[in-house]
């Protein structure tokens, strides 16, 4: 790529993540210390000084600190098993644990309470009566369910991870008498260290902020549930301003601490692993030994999936205080398909996510081509930045739509033009900024496929072209996204399916009912009484059969290089 032509997308690109990211952030940074124009730490601090506050920032660092330290406990010797050991399954195995992917957390909730809810399964099936499993203040239950849908990344990381560790660091250490397990804490963890941090960052952060999983739970004392509450009174109180940029800086300061206290830690080889590990092959006991960590998780995370299934299933009132529903209908699919809500929110989301897909290819190529093709020295700032959205929560970066919407409807000049409204106030119609959040939010996935495509791609396909005297759109036409349209599907398949499921962005920005996509009707339909749990539910699984479809794909795709995108 010439240098003129990388300069001019870097500057593109730059100013439109400036417009789409950055401005948001900072109508959010700006809301909680500027306040009448002029500055004050008043509020910020108040956010402190309100014991309502503070137990909701507390409560949330406790669900991300469990759900982290839970997800790392299932994760890493699921990873270093793969590693270590060949046994019969391990194939089936390693892609089951990647199921609960398929499902988003809190339609997982449906089921789990159902299930584990103080007139569940669990309780009829062993006669216990009434005891809630999930716990007075649902904190258990929040940190189970997210951990038994988000350990898969950490899990992609860390096998990762152990796939590029020459093994001859291992094998010098036990040539010297060094144990097994003194080889793992002193040189194998130590170089897993970066992935490890990679993928937990990003559960981390996932978890603080996640709005969906604590509605469902019922678990409202947490900053999430607090800023959702505080909607209403966006523009005329900076406090819900504040306690959201205590949450950015929250979750970002974290990541720095961790950053410089493990990141530093990553040990340098000389080269990446040039020959695989010796792998034990093991049979009989040792092999299901081997296996049995594997069944016993992937079951445990499976039973959210069964009871979403079960639930969606089950006639209205039909599964109370039994083991399995009383009567069974496919009536709830029939409702779901049929019901005003459902067939609008289906039709929304497939506008939505598909708006934001095409953008995102568009602009996630051109970053791979700055960041892979181009020598300029600011390629990897550009690289950088399209990955920070990964690392902010989903729940700022909606309130900053939020807020950048309010700006936009009061805007001198334009608030009584008729058609203004209808495109910048997401209480009129949320399209727009539901496609830019999608768009902002999913970006990491393509630029990482591509990027991935690019660096597999020698370059000289294209120095040949250009010798031949093709021009360069039509190498880029005929040569390059050929070769990389594997990758670009894997992206887009990624890219849309996680748009089209959604939490944070959804719930906070669809306000109204004509424009309510997939994710916002299911919460609205748990909430209604009768029929709705259970058309919510079979909802949930027409999402998990979508995502399922897809990580299939995109794994068939990217291989091993999947985790690459959830790696911040």
């Known amino acids: 790529m010439r240098k003129s032509t990388a300069w001019f997308v870097f500057g593109a690109v ?17 809301g909680g210390f500027w306040v009448d124009g002029e500055f004050t730490l008043r509020y910020l601090l108040g956010v402190f000084e309100n014991p309502i506050y503070v137990e909701g920032l507390l409560n949330s660092l406790k669900i991300a600190l469990g759900t982290t330290g839970l997800a790392m406990v299932v994760a890493l010797p699921l990873a270093w098993i793969a590693n270590q050991f060949e046994f019969r399954g391990k194939t089936v195995f390693s892609a089951l644990v990647l199921v609960p992917m398929i499902l988003p957390p809190f339609v997982g909730a449906i089921g789990f ?3 584990f809810g103080a007139y569940g399964m669990v309780n009829a099936l062993f006669g216990l009566g009434a005891r809630d499993w999930l716990g007075g203040g649902q904190y258990a239950g929040v940190v189970l369910l997210q951990t038994l849908s988000l350990y898969p990344i950490l899990y992609l990381n860390a096998v ?5 560790i020459d093994p001859a660091m291992e094998e010098a250490a036990a040539n010297l008498g060094c144990t097994r397990l003194r080889r793992f804490f002193r040189i194998t963890l130590p170089l897993m260290m970066p992935g490890l941090f990679a993928g937990g960052t990003l559960i981390f952060i996932w978890s603080f902020t996640e709005l969906g999983t604590p509605l469902i ?3 409202t004392r947490c900053a999430s549930v607090q800023v959702y509450d505080s909607l209403k009174e966006i523009g005329s109180n900076p406090f819900p301003y504040a306690l959201v940029l205590v949450m950015l800086l929250a979750s970002t300061g ?25 792998v034990r092959k093991l049979k009989g006991w040792p092999a299901l030994l081997a296996a049995l960590p594997f069944a016993l998780v992937t079951g445990l995370a499976l039973l959210p999936h069964l009871g979403v299934v079960l639930t969606s299933f089950a006639a209205p009132g039909s599964w109370y ?35 934001a897909v095409g953008f995102d290819i568009v602009v996630g190529i051109a970053i791979a081509f700055v960041v892979v093709r181009s020598t300029i020295r600011l390629r990897g700032v550009l690289d950088a930045i399209s990955m920070i959205p990964l690392a902010v929560p989903g729940l700022v970066m909606a309130f900053g739509f939020l807020s950048v919407s309010s700006w936009l409807s009061n805007l001198k000049g334009f608030a009584d033009v008729e058609w203004w409204p209808q495109l910048v106030d997401v209480r009129t119609n949320p399209t727009l900024f539901l496609v830019l959040a999608y768009s902002v939010r999913r970006l990491p996935y393509m630029v990482r496929s591509a990027v991935a495509g690019l660096q597999q791609t020698s370059v000289t396909f294209e120095e040949a072209a250009w010798n031949l005297g093709a021009s360069p759109a039509t190498t880029l036409r005929r040569i390059t996204l050929p070769l990389i349209l594997a990758n670009l599907i894997a992206g887009t398949l990624l890219t849309f399916a996680f748009s089209m499921l959604e939490v944070s962005d959804s719930l906070m920005l669809a306000q109204q009912a004509d424009y309510m996509p997939i994710t916002k009707a299911i919460f609205e339909l748990f909430q209604l009484l009768g029929t ?5 539910a079979a909802l949930g699984v027409w999402a998990m059969a979508f995502l399922t479809a897809t990580l299939v794909g995109s794994s068939l795709l990217l291989g091993k290089k999947l985790g690459a995108v959830f790696r911040v």
């Open 14 to 30: 730059t100013a439109v993540l400036s417009l789409l990211f950055f401005w948001p952030l900072w109508k959010v940074v700006s």
């Open 113 to 115: 309470q159902q299930m």
């Open 160 to 164: 990762a991870a152990l796939a590029n």
């Open 217 to 219: 739970m019922n678990y």
């Open 254 to 278: 974290l990541y720095a601490a961790s950053k410089w206290l493990f990141g530093g830690n990553a040990y340098a080889m000389q080269s990446k692993a040039s020959t695989q590990a010796a």
């Open 321 to 355: 205080q039994s083991v399995l529903p009383g009567a069974f209908t496919g009536g709830n699919y029939i409702e779901a398909l049929g019901h005003d809500m459902t067939v609008s929110s289906i039709r929304n989301s497939l506008l939505f996510s598909s708006l």
């Open 532 to 536: 709705g749990k259970y058309v919510a």
